[in-house]
C-alpha cells in the first residue's frame, strides 16, 4: 500500500522551481511542481532493514546500522540531509519538539539515528547538527543518552538501500541542487524491522509515546 506524501511538501515547490521566497515567507501553490508530484512513502511496516548499511558517525568511524540493534530499545530513524533550506530543518525541530514532550526517555527508552542520504554531507555537518539537537532535549542526556542520538552520513549506494528498505523516496533536482523528499520518522522495532512512521509535520508527542510503547 503506498501512501502520497502530504500537503506538508508544498512547502518544497518553491525550491523546486527555483524561486525561492525568504524562510519566513515561504511561497506556497495548490499544486505541487512536476519535480515532487510523484514522490511517495510505501509501507514498509515489518520490513527488516538491512543490518549491513555502512554508516559513519559524527567523528568519522565506521560502523553498520545492525550495531544500533542489539538491545530491546527502538529506534526513531530520521532520513534528512544537512544543507536542506527548509524541509529537513522542519522535520529536525519537530522531532526535537516531540521528544521533549513525550514521555519516554532518549537513550533509557529509545535510540534516535539520523542519516543523511546526501553523501556530500560531511561528518563536520553530522557534528554541528548534532550538538545543536542535543543542546535542545531539555531533560539532558547522560552518556547513554548521547551515544543513543547520533547524526550520520553514507554513501549514496548505502542511503538508497535504507531509504527503499523503509519506504523513504527522494530525488535529487540538478537544477536547483536539492533534492525533494517528504517529511517523515520511523520508528524500527529492537531487531532492525519497521514498525511505524509519523508522516508530515503535526503528529504530537502522544503518538511518538504511544508508537515506542508498541
Known amino acids: ?30 499544486e505541487p511542481p512536476e519535480a515532487i508530484r510523484d514522490l511517495e512513502i510505501a509501507n514498509q511496516v515489518g520490513n527488516q532493514v538491512p543490518l549491513d548499511i555502512q554508516l559513519y558517525d559524527s567523528t568519522g ?53 539520523v542519516v543523511s542520504f546526501d553523501h556530500t554531507n560531511t561528518d563536520a555537518m553530522a557534528a554541528g ?29 548505502h542511503a538508497r538501500r535504507l531509504a527503499n528498505a523503509v519506504g523513504f523516496d527522494y530525488r535529487f533536482m540538478p537544477e536547483s541542487g536539492e533534492f525533494s523528499h517528504p517529511s517523515v520518522m520511523y520508528l524500527l522495532t529492537p531487531d532492525g524491522r519497521v514498525a511505524s512512521f509519523l508522516s508530515g509535520l503535526d503528529y504530537e508527542p502522544k503518538q511518538l509515546r504511544l508508537a515506542i510503547i508498541d
Open 61 to 113: 568511524t565506521a560502523l553498520t546500522i545492525g550495531d544500533y540493534f542489539t538491545d530491546n530499545r527502538p529506534t526513531l530513524l530520521l532520513l534528512v540531509y544537512y544543507d536542506c533550506p527548509l524541509l529537513c530543518g522542519l522535520m529536525l525541530n519537530k522531532m526535537n519538539e516531540v521528544i521533549n514532550e513525550a514521555e519516554p526517555t532518549v537513550g533509557e527508552d529509545y535510540k534516535i539515528v
Open 1 to 30: 500500500m503506498v501512501f502520497r506524501r502530504t500537503k506538508t511538501l508544498l512547502a518544497l515547490a518553491a525550491a523546486a522551481i527555483g524561486t525561492v521566497a525568504p524562510s519566513s515567507a515561504q511561497v506556497l501553490s495548490d
Open 129 to 157: 547538527k548534532q550538538t545543536l539537537y542535543h543542546a535542545g532535549y531539555r531533560r539532558g542526556l547522560n552518556e547513554l543518552g548521547r551515544e543513543s542520538f547520533v547524526f550520520h552520513t553514507t554513501s549514496a549506494g
